[in-house]
């Protein structure tokens, strides 16, 4: 058979039909060990769990063609043995191995004679789909806490903003730790109170909402601490107090890698709270340095991880709030905290160059101590905090930044919890 690869159509049946002097790829997948090709025939080989060796025919004619496909792009892992079966292949005879092993490789021989037999007439790797880098993230978590004491129970938020009942803890149990999304579809908590001092431990978060165990700190251990995704992939943890109050910051990769603690910039305080912005972006804003002394200043964080110096408050001076990016990690929205008198509902929006809006008088249960993070594409959602007591209630808030009234929680009350995004799948 000779001809050139032309475009397939797919008959009624959903069979891909030979077409004319083409080649006709065979509907079936090659997940096997071996394969015994046939001239004519266009193969996907998907070898995600074993090597495939393939024999070719052991007779031709100049003109037949053979294409062979990287299915599921695991040739890298488990690559492709060709067996000429007698036949040369491009001019070499049987004894000789012929190997592919690079993911995403498409093969297409023809048979030119008896002197080159077998040649690859292309042997490219076909480039994945490009991801778009601004897709946004559909899930989230909630974890950690204290209900009295610590608790390391988590809950999982589906991109309708519905929370998930409790998932048994993993990890140590503590409080008023850090998160934040980092590879685009993952998250990762760290630090936090465990009873005995401020630690550095983290649990890194898979795509699947799985909290993994501990896994030993590095950096400085920080409690009251914000957490935040930045650039396109990457997340950072700063401020916070450990042992007293600093301005340091860890950047964490995105392998979910923390790396060592580095000078911050502008005033030392913990108890504020972080922010995406304008896409890539992320802003602190709030805290405190001491019993008495609260803050409204922010401080912008670059796509590079740079912290900004001080920019003038906005609002009331408060700590104990939460904040969460919606419209796309365009935007951001602080809301709720304590202002070292009352509880508050108030919130400060966020516009995507990093200004923070006046205070606008809130809904919902005025409280503190609760945890927010984005979901759904373009939406946030504020949850759990300290009232008069605990609770699991909960304020989602919609892509324009307006957030809804109270609704009954799920799972256990608690506060000083953290939370984050970690999937682009909903």
């Known amino acids: 058979m000779s001809g050139t690869v032309v475009s397939n159509v797919f008959r009624t049946s959903g069979v891909i039909a030979a077409t004319a002097a083409g080649i006709n790829f065979q509907s079936s997948v090659v997940t096997g060990t071996t ?14 769990s074993n ?24 040739w890298g892992t488990n690559k492709i043995v060709i067996d000429s079966n007698g036949l040369n292949f491009q001019g070499q005879d049987d004894t000789y191995t012929v ?4 993911s995403g490789v498409t093969v297409n021989i023809v048979y030119s004679g008896s002197s080159k037999g077998w040649t690859p007439i292309s042997d490219d790797v076909v480039t994945d789909v490009p991801e778009d880098p601004n897709r946004a993230t559909q899930l989230a978590i909630f974890g950690f806490g204290d209900t009295g004491s610590a608790t390391g129970v988590t809950n999982l938020v589906n991109s309708s903003g519905v929370i998930a009942a ?22 990762i908590f760290r630090g936090g109170y465990n009873g005995s001092g401020s630690n550095a431990i983290t649990n890194l978060i898979s795509t699947s909402g799985v909290v993994s165990s501990d896994v030993s700190g590095v950096g400085t251990g920080v ?21 007293s109050t600093t301005n340091e910051k860890n950047l964490v990769s995105n392998s979910g890698v923390v790396a060592s603690t580095t000078s911050g910039a502008g005033t030392a ?3 504020c709270r972080g922010s995406e ?13 001491g019993s008495s002394t609260f803050y409204n200043l922010s401080n912008l964080i670059s796509n590079q991880g740079v912290i900004a110096s001080n920019t003038t408050g906005v609002g009331d001076a408060r700590i104990y709030l939460a904040g969460a990016s919606y419209n796309g990690k365009q935007n951001g929205v602080f809301a709720y905290g304590f202002d070292d008198s009352s509880n508050l509902n108030v919130k400060n929006l966020v516009n995507s160059s990093g200004v923070i809006s006046a205070d606008v008088t ?20 504020f949850a759990y905090g300290y009232s008069s007591s605990a609770t699991n209630v909960k304020n989602l808030v919609n892509s324009s930044g307006v957030i809804a009234a109270d609704v009954s929680g799920v799972g256990t009350a608690r506060y000083y919890a953290s939370a984050c995004g970690y999937s682009q799948n909903a």
Do not use: H, M, W
Request: charged content about 15%; overall charge neutral.
């Open 35 to 48: 394969l015994t090709a046939a001239s004519g025939n266009g193969y996907f080989i998907d070898t995600t």
């Open 51 to 74: 090597i495939c060796t393939i024999t070719l025919p052991s007779s031709a004619a100049a003109g037949d063609q053979i294409v062979f496909v990287d299915y599921a792009r695991t």
């Open 99 to 102: 190997e592919y092993n690079t």
């Open 166 to 187: 409790d998932v048994s803890a993993v990890g140590t149990a503590r409080i008023d730790l850090s998160a934040a999304g980092y590879g685009k579809n993952r998250g």
């Open 223 to 243: 409690t009251s601490g914000i957490g935040s995704s930045y650039g396109v992939d990457l997340a950072i943890f700063a401020y916070g107090n450990n042992g």
């Open 269 to 271: 305080r913990y108890d």
């Open 277 to 289: 912005y304008g896409g890539d972006k992320a802003i602190i804003y709030g805290g405190r340095s």
């Open 362 to 381: 809130g809904v919902g249960t005025a409280r503190r101590g609760l945890a927010a993070t984005n979901y759904g594409g373009d939406k946030a959602v």
